[in-house]
């Protein structure tokens, strides 16, 4: 990736936090959203929105948002506005209990949630008649390259090339550095502000789902996991769950295209987290520029443009299924 952080916008929080405040996000107009409600096998719902092109037969970009995302992210406008001047149709995913409104059943949505983005490809490319690419930002590019590494040579039959943008695809390590320091009082709290209550809401939709105390307790993403999501989610605890739900070690099981796009100043996802070529496999290419930040890529005079992200990945994904 070719990527030179503006003069104006040093250091890698700078590079996170301002795009996602400040910055242009798309040109063109506002975005024409439209949402579907969808039913989940386990009689749950996501909510869906789609940007449709002028042409019904015209690319489908899939976009999986990241923690406490939703098409209101900046990376969402931002890839949302890509994917409209290239005359594509986008669809997004919500996460369950993401798109405003809290799911039904006795579960959230997590990193390594593989059959989550299973059954949601599954039923766009009946829908799309053809594979979709497939872009995931933060959290939601680690469950997708934890899904194409789970489905090998099969996930050709879903997805023609995938994307992860900035994603703790280690996330023990990841963990560890948002808990620490100026990423524990400015990123995780911000997370854990919307996410308790959150949680909480769900334990008086299932009373005794989880140790309530415990959670109201929790002052770092480690212990919000270990309270919250791992025990939701069928793991042993905070360990099981980042063990078992890291993409890394996985990585060379993919027989799709793959790029795995990581900003070596990102402030959680530290650069020594980051993978070799040597994990990477055959199939996955690495870009890994030393600025950027954690989804941020900003360009031009301030407040700035996000472009190059969104822009280059797309091109890339064009690239690698050239001829399919």
């Known amino acids: 990736m070719k990527y030179a952080a ?17 910055s242009r996000t798309h040109s063109g107009g506002p975005l024409a959203w439209r949402r ?19 042409r019904s037969e015209a690319p489908l970009l899939v976009l999986f948002h990241g923690l406490e995302g939703d098409r209101h992210s900046h990376s969402s406008r ?3 506005g890509a994917a409209r001047a290239l005359g594509w149709q986008l669809a997004l995913p919500h996460f369950r209990g993401c798109s405003g409104e809290l799911n039904r059943a006795p579960r959230a949505y997590h990193s390594g949630d593989y059959a989550e983005i299973d059954w949601i490809l599954r039923r766009l490319r009946q829908r799309h008649g053809r594979p979709p690419h497939v872009v995931g930002v933060s959290l939601g590019g680690n ?15 879903l997805a023609q090339a995938v994307a992860s943008v900035c994603s703790p ?7 560890i550095a948002i808990d620490q320091g100026f990423n524990r009082v400015v990123y995780a709290r911000r997370f854990l502000r919307t996410m308790v209550p959150k949680a909480l809401r769900k334990l008086q939709q299932h009373p005794g789902l989880f140790d309530g105390e415990r959670l109201r307790r929790a002052t770092t993403i480690r212990e919000f996991d270990d309270a919250f999501t791992a025990p939701l989610h069928g793991f042993a605890g905070v360990d099981d ?13 993919i027989r799709v295209p793959a790029l795995a796009l990581n900003a070596c100043n990102d402030p959680f996802v530290p650069a020594h987290s980051l993978p070799g070529p040597e994990e990477a496999g055959t199939h996955v290419t690495l870009w890994q520029p030393l600025q950027g930040g954690h989804v941020g890529f900003a360009s031009g005079l301030p407040p700035g ?4 992200l969104p822009e280059q990945v797309l091109e890339w994904l064009q690239r690698a299924t050239a001829g399919s």
């Open 6 to 22: 503006p003069r104006w916008l040093p250091g890698g929080h700078a590079q996170t936090i301002w795009p996602a405040l400040f």
């Open 36 to 54: 579907e409600r969808w039913d989940t096998p386990d009689g749950d719902f996501i909510d869906v929105d789609f940007l449709p092109a002028a």
């Open 143 to 157: 469950a997708l390259m934890r899904w194409a590494g789970e489905m090998g040579e099969s996930a050709q039959d």
């Open 78 to 80: 931002s890839f949302a």
């Open 241 to 253: 769950y980042y063990a078992r739900a890291s993409a890394r070690p996985h990585l060379h099981r």
């Open 305 to 308: 443009y996000i472009r190059s």
């Open 169 to 175: 695809l280690d996330l023990a390590a990841c963990g």
